[in-house]
C-alpha cells in the first residue's frame, strides 16, 4: 500500500479541517476482526473539491458523504476518495476491521496463562486507518468522542475517561484535539491500580495473571509519575491537559512504550517478575518520565510533518533524564543516557544511513518511520544539552514553553521553537541550528599534550569536522585528568574552532589518564591517546565519576567498532575494569557488548570460547565481590549464566539448588541458564518440554522459542526457520524470539545455508508482517555468519528494488554493522 507523502498531506490540510471524530468499536465477534463505525465532521475549503479518507478495513459495509452513499469498492490501496465537498461535511463509514498479531493497529493477544484475551490499539504510524476510517496525518487534529462495546467482564480503557454505560458499553470522554496516531482503546480483563495526584486520576493496568508484579511495582512507578507532573507543571507552566493519566502494560507490544495522550500504553515485560537491576529500574522509569513529556512535547503541540519528530523524541528523550535527576531517587540518569542511549546514537552515526537530527527529507510517512532510531533519541537530546549550554537554561526554558503556548492543540514546525527560543534569549540560532541540528555526523574530539619530566609543557583540544559532511559546531565541554582515582584537574571548555589551547593544563602535573568531555555534554566521538588507553587497565576503574567511566567505556566501544582498537585490547581492559564497576548501567552496557558482539563478532571463531570463560571468570568474580542481593551481584550471575561452560554449576542452578541470593524461584533467570545448557547442545526436548510446561507464562512462551532456535541440531534450526519464515501466525515477539535464537551456532555449518534464505525470503514477509515489527526482525536477525560471503549476499539484497522502508533500511544498517566486524577481523587478524 502507498504511504501518505508529505505533499499529499500538506494538500489535504489545505483542502480541509476536521471537527470532530465519533467512533464505535465492537469488540464482540470473535477473535479475528472487530466492527468499526465511524462519523468524521470536516469542513471543505473550497465547494465541490475533493479529498480522499483513509480506510484499511478487511471489509467496508457502508460509507456515506453528507447523506449520499458511496461505493465502499471504490476504496483502492487503504484510499476513498471523496469529492463535491461541501462547506461542512459529514463522513459516516461502517467497516469490519482485523485484529493484527504485529503490534500495529488493533492488536490481540490470548495470555496462556489463562487463556484471557486482551486487546490494546497501536495507531502509531499510519496505523489508524486499520481501527477506524480518518484523514490520517499528524497535522489534522481533532477532538474525539469513542464508544466501545466489549464483554461485561472487560475493562475498557483509552484516550478519554472511560465509563461503563451499560453492561458491556463503555463511553470514553471527547478529548481534547489529538492526532489520529495517539487514538487508542485498550480492552480485555486488565487489572488495574488507580490513585491520584493534584487533581489527575491515575491508573496502571495490566493483564491479570501480572498482577502480582503490578501490585509490587506500583508504589514506585506512580511516585515517578507523581514527581514527574509536579516537575513539568513547575517547568513549563501549563498544566497537564488531557483528564486522567493512564499507563496501561500491555503484551507484545513494538516499541517501549507510546505516548497516548491519556493512555500510554508501555511493554509489559517492563512489570519485571523476577529480579531487576537499578539500571531496569532506572531505564523504566526513564520510559515513564519520557511518555509524560510527550504529553507536551508530541501531544499538546504537535510536528507538522514527520521530518520534524525530533521536536517529540529529542525533547521527551532529554526532559526524562532532566526529571529523573531532578525529581526522582533516579539521580544517575545522565550516566545512564551516556553508556546506553548515546552508545545507541553513536553506532547510528557511524552507519550510512545516519541523518540530520532535524530537517531531513521524510517524504512519505513510512520512510520517516525509519529515523525513529538514536539520531532522533539520543542525539537529539544531545544536542538540546548543547543548546542549553549555548543560551542559558532560563532561555531554553522560557522559549519552550512559549513554543508550548503559542501552538497548544496544534501543531509546531523546527523554525517555530527555533524562533521562540532566540526571543527569549536575544541570541541568533542559524548557524548553531544548521550545523548541530541540521547536518549529519559528528565531530571527533581529543586532547594532545606535550610533557617533560612528568610536566605538562603544552596542551591543547582538538576538533576534527568530518570532511564530507563540513559544520562549524561550538562545544561546551569538561575535560578532566585522573591519576588513581584522584580528579588531579577539570576545565569547562567552550571549543569553537579546530584547536583550542588549554593553558589551564601547563605547568601541571600531567596526569595518568585524560579524558575528552568528562562530563558528557556535548556529542562527540572521543579520541583517548595511545598512552591514555595503555593506562585503562589501572586508571578506569578508579575513576570517581560514573559519568566520566561512561564516557571512556563509550569511547572503547566507538573504537572497537571503527577498527580503531583491538578487541583484543578492550577486552584485556574489561577484564580488569568491569569487575571493579559500581555503576549498574555500565555494568550491564559492557557486560552486554562483551558478551554479545566484541567476542562473538570481533573476534575470530577459534578464540571465542576462551574469551567467553574470560568473560565468565570475571562474571565469577564480581558475583563474589559484590553484596548479595545488589544489582553488581545480580549483573555478575547473570553474565557467568549466560558464558560459563561448567556445566555442573549451570545443572545445579536449573535444578534451583546453590542459587545466588534473590534468584530462588526467579523464572527468567532460570531461562537464561538454560539458555546456554542449550547452546551447548546440553538441553535435550525433553528438558526443554518440561521448562516450558512449568513456566506457561507469555514470557516463559517467548523464553522457550528463543531456547529451542538456539539448540544446535539441523532439525531445530530447520523447524525455527519454517515457523520464521512459513507464515505461522506468528507474532511479532515470538518471530523476534525465533530470530535472536536462531543464529547461536558454535558450528557456523549449521546456519550457513540460511544467510542466503535469509535475504530471500526475510524481505518477503513485509505485507504480512507490519513494517515496524519486520524492522525488527532484521535488525534483531540480521546473520550473524561474520564471512566475506555474507557481506556479499547482503550487498546483492541492497541491490533489489522492490524493498519496502523498513526492510532496505535496516538491511543496509544491518550490513554495515557486519563490515564493522569484518573490517576489525581483517585489521587485528593473528
Ligand atoms: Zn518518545
Redesign the pocket.
Known amino acids: 500500500m502507498p504511504s501518505l507523502t508529505r505533499q499529499e498531506a500538506r494538500d489535504r490540510s489545505r483542502s480541509i479541517t476536521v471537527t470532530s471524530y465519533d467512533m464505535t468499536l465492537d469488540l464482540r465477534t470473535g477473535p479475528a476482526t472487530f466492527e468499526s463505525t465511524t462519523e468524521i465532521r470536516f469542513t471543505g475549503h473550497q465547494p465541490g473539491g475533493a479529498t480522499f479518507v483513509d480506510v484499511k478495513a478487511a471489509e467496508v459495509h457502508q460509507v456515506s458523504l453528507n447523506g449520499r452513499d458511496l461505493d465502499p469498492a471504490a476504496v483502492s490501496d487503504g484510499r476513498l476518495p471523496l469529492v463535491d465537498l461541501a462547506a461542512d461535511n459529514v463522513l459516516r463509514c461502517s467497516a469490519t476491521m482485523a485484529y493484527s498479531r504485529d503490534g500495529q493497529g488493533l492488536h490481540r493477544a490470548v495470555d496462556p496463562a489463562d487463556g484471557e484475551a486482551y486487546i490494546y490499539g497501536h495507531t502509531f504510524l499510519d496505523a489508524a486507518p486499520r481501527v477506524f476510517a480518518c484523514f490520517d496525518q499528524p497535522d489534522l487534529k481533532a477532538p474525539y468522542s469513542v464508544h466501545v462495546d466489549a464483554p461485561p467482564d472487560w475493562q475498557v480503557l483509552g484516550n478519554g475517561a472511560a465509563t461503563r454505560v451499560v453492561d458491556g458499553r463503555w463511553d470514553l470522554a471527547t478529548t481534547q484535539p489529538l492526532a489520529t496516531y495517539f487514538v487508542t482503546v485498550c480492552a480485555g480483563p486488565y487489572v488495574s491500580v488507580r490513585s491520584e495526584h493534584d487533581g489527575i486520576p491515575l491508573g496502571l493496568h495490566a493483564r491479570a495473571s501480572l498482577r502480582g508484579p503490578l501490585e509490587r511495582w506500583a508504589p514506585q512507578l506512580l511516585e515517578v509519575t507523581k514527581a514527574s507532573f509536579d516537575y513539568y507543571h513547575s517547568l513549563f507552566g501549563i498544566r497537564y491537559p488531557f483528564g486522567e493519566y493512564h499507563q496501561v502494560y500491555v503484551p507484545e507490544f513494538n ?1 517501549g ?3 497516548n495522550p491519556g493512555c500510554v500504553t508501555v511493554r509489559d515485560s517492563r512489570l519485571f517478575r523476577g529480579a531487576a537491576s537499578d539500571n531496569d529500574l532506572l531505564t523504566r522509569a526513564r520510559t515513564t518520565a ?2 509524560m ?2 504529553m507536551w512535547f ?1 501531544d499538546l503541540v504537535t510536528m507538522r510533518w514527520w521530518d520534524d519528530l525530533w521536536l ?2 529529542s525533547f ?2 532529554y526532559l526524562a533524564s532532566r526529571t529523573l535527576v531532578a525529581a526522582t531517587e533516579f539521580t544517575d540518569a545522565w550516566v545512564s543516557f551516556g553508556i546506553i542511549r548515546k552508545t545507541w546514537g553513536y553506532a547510528a552515526e557511524r552507519a550510512p544511513s545516519t541523518h540530520p537530527v532535524a530537517g531531513a527529507a521524510a517524504l512519505d510517512a513510512v520512510s520517516a518511520l525509519q529515523d525513529f532510531d538514536g539520531i532522533s ?1 539520543a542525539k537529539g537530546a544531545s544536542v538540546l544539552r548543547q543548546l542549553l549550554a549555548y543560551v542559558g537554561d532560563e532561555a531554553f526554558v522560557a522559549g519552550t514553553s512559549t513554543y508550548l503556548r503559542e501552538h497548544a492543540f496544534g501543531n509546531g514546525s523546527l523554525a517555530d521553537l527555533l524562533g521562540a527560543v532566540e526571543r527569549a534569549s536575544g541570541k541568533d540560532l542559524t548557524s548553531w541550528s544548521g550545523a548541530w541540528l541540521l547536518t549529519a555526523d559528528r565531530d571527533r574530539l581529543s586532547v594532545a599534550t606535550t610533557v617533560e619530566d612528568g610536566v605538562v609543557t603544552a596542551a591543547e583540544l582538538r576538533r576534527s569536522v568530518p570532511r564530507d559532511r563540513p559544520a562549524d559546531r561550538p562545544h561546551a565541554l569538561d575535560i578532566a585528568g585522573f591519576t588513581d582515582g584522584f580528579e588531579e584537574v577539570r576545565l569547562s571548555v567552550v571549543a569553537t574552532s579546530d584547536v583550542t589551547p588549554l593553558p589551564e593544563l601547563v605547568g601541571k602535573p600531567a596526569a595518568a589518564l585524560l579524558v575528552p568531555n568528562a562530563g558528557d555534554l556535548t556529542w562527540a566521538g572521543v579520541d583517548l591517546s595511545e598512552a591514555d588507553v595503555a593506562a585503562l587497565p589501572e586508571q578506569l576503574a578508579a575513576i570517581p565519576e560514573a559519568g566520566a567511566r561512561a564516557v571512556v567505556w563509550a569511547a572503547l566501544i566507538d573504537g572497537v567498532s571503527r577498527a580503531r582498537l583491538d578487541p583484543r585490547t578492550v577486552l584485556t581492559i574489561m577484564d580488569r575494569s568491569w569487575v571493579g564497576e559500581t555503576s549498574s548501567a555500565i555494568l550491564e552496557r559492557v557486560g552486554d557488548e562483551a558478551a554479545h558482539r566484541v567476542i562473538p563478532q570481533f573476534l575470530p571463531e577459534t578464540e571465542h570460547e576462551a574469551a567467553r570463560q574470560r568473560l565468565a571468570g570475571s562474571a565469577a568474580r564480581l558475583l563474589d565481590a559484590a553484596d548479595p542481593q545488589s544489582s553488581r551481584a545480580l549483573v555478575g550471575a547473570q553474565v557467568l549464566a549466560g558464558t560459563t561452560s561448567d556445566e555442573a554449576l549451570l545443572r545445579r542452578w536449573s535444578a534451583g539448588q546453590g542459587l545466588p541470593a534473590g534468584l530462588a524461584g526467579d523464572t527468567d533467570f532460570r531461562w537464561l541458564v538454560l539458555g546456554n545448557l542449550a547452546r551447548r547442545g546440553l538441553l535435550d526436548d525433553a528438558g526443554l518440554e518440561r521448562a516450558s510446561a512449568e513456566d506457561p507464562t507469555m514470557q516463559g512462551r517467548l523464553a522457550a522459542l528463543r531456547v529451542r532456535a538456539s539448540l544446535p541440531s539441523p532439525e531445530s534450526k530447520a523447524w525455527a526457520w519454517s515457523q520464521l519464515t512459513g507464515r505461522s501466525g506468528r507474532s511479532n515477539h515470538e518471530l523476534t524470539a525465533l530470530i535472536t535464537g536462531f543464529w547461536f551456532a558454535s558450528d557456523l555449518d549449521l546456519v550457513r545455508p540460511y544467510v542466503p534464505r535469509f535475504f530471500d525470503e526475510v524481505p518477503e514477509l513485509v505485507g504480512w508482517v507490519g513494517e515496524d515489527a519486520l524492522a525488527r526482525v532484521i535488525r534483531l536477525g540480521y546473520p550473524r555468519v561474520v564471512e566475506d560471503e555474507t557481506a556479499r549476499l547482503g550487498a546483492a539484497a541492497l541491490e533489489r528494488t522492490d524493498l519496502s522502508p523498513a526492510v532496505s533500511r535496516n538491511l543496509l544498517d544491518g550490513a554495515h554493522v557486519l563490515g564493522e566486524a569484518l573490517t576489525s577481523r581483517k585489521r587485528y587478524a593473528r
Do not use: I, K, T
Request: hydrophobic fraction near 35%.
Open positions: 516499541a512504550a507510546m505516548e519520557h511518555e513529556a510527550h508530541g517529540n523524541e521527551a528523550e533519541y
